[in-house]
């Protein structure tokens, strides 16, 4: 089974308007982190936002926020306020610790995001 | 100060070839990845060190495939011989764990490698 799932490939949104990405995860950890990353079109990957699995409150940063429904195991991305800068691949990753005091990454298939002027 | 740092950028070779990879992570972080990314199957982990130790190779494509951290400053992925379905962004990525709140991981511009 897969421990991320992004059910939308692409998305379209217009300028200005808000946007929601979804991403379902699977684990039975108890303790574990939900990322989102930005790729853009020139290839790297940038750190969006973070939420804990322990943190009360749905994580901000900025135009973005995330909608942690915990007992649905969904942490979807929230744009607002789109702006033409945010066309780009957007992935969804869950970290969990490993049983060697590290953990590790794992990552969605990603949505294509285009934001229309 | 420097983010992950990956060489080659562009890699252009031809099927059978030694293929070598580098990646100088962010300094102080103890957690090095190797991620690949294709249009087929996404960013997959292939293999992740602490503290220079691998500790999951189990994504490792095949033999072909090997990595090697021999200090805290460097690590090589390489795939040897080298073949078409190889094609692909290679990541590299450090963190530093136990880290701050995120403990999110900082990737390098990574490596797009094309076998003909």
């Known amino acids: 089974a897969q421990k991320i799932t992004q059910t939308q490939p692409g998305m379209f949104v217009q300028e200005k308007e808000a946007v929601t990405l979804d991403c379902t995860y699977d684990?039975?950890?108890?303790?574990?982190?939900l990322f989102w990353y930005k790729q853009p079109s020139s290839g790297e990957m940038i750190f969006l936002i973070y939420q804990g699995s322990y943190d009360q409150q749905n994580a901000t940063e900025g135009r973005y926020s995330l909608n942690f429904q915990k007992a649905r195991k969904s942490a979807n991305l929230v744009i607002s306020a789109s702006q033409l800068g945010d066309s780009a691949m957007y992935f969804c990753?869950?970290?969990?610790?490993?049983?060697?005091?590290?953990?590790?990454?794992?990552f969605g298939k990603g949505t294509k995001l285009s934001v229309i002027p | 100060d420097a983010g992950v740092i990956q060489s080659p950028r562009h890699e252009v070779t031809e099927m059978g070839q030694e293929v070598t990879l580098r990646c100088k992570p962010i300094?102080?972080?103890?957690?090095l990845f190797w991620y690949r990314q294709t249009m087929m199957r996404g960013l997959e982990l292939l293999i992740y060190?602490?503290?220079?130790?691998?500790?999951?190779d189990s994504g490792m494509p095949e033999d072909r495939f090997s990595a090697k951290m021999p200090n805290a400053s460097f690590s090589t992925l390489k795939i040897q011989p080298s073949e078409p379905r190889d094609s692909a962004v290679y990541f590299c990525?450090?963190?530093?764990?136990?880290?701050?709140?995120?403990?999110?991981?900082?990737f390098g511009e990574g490596s797009r490698l094309t076998v003909l």
């Open positions: 060190f602490n503290n220079n130790v691998p500790i999951d």
């Open positions: 990525a450090s963190s530093l764990v136990p880290g701050g709140p995120t403990g999110e991981l900082f």
């Open positions: 684990t039975s950890d108890p303790s574990y982190g």
């Open positions: 990753a869950m970290r969990e610790l490993t049983g060697a005091g590290s953990y590790q990454l794992t």
């Open positions: 300094s102080g972080h103890n957690s």
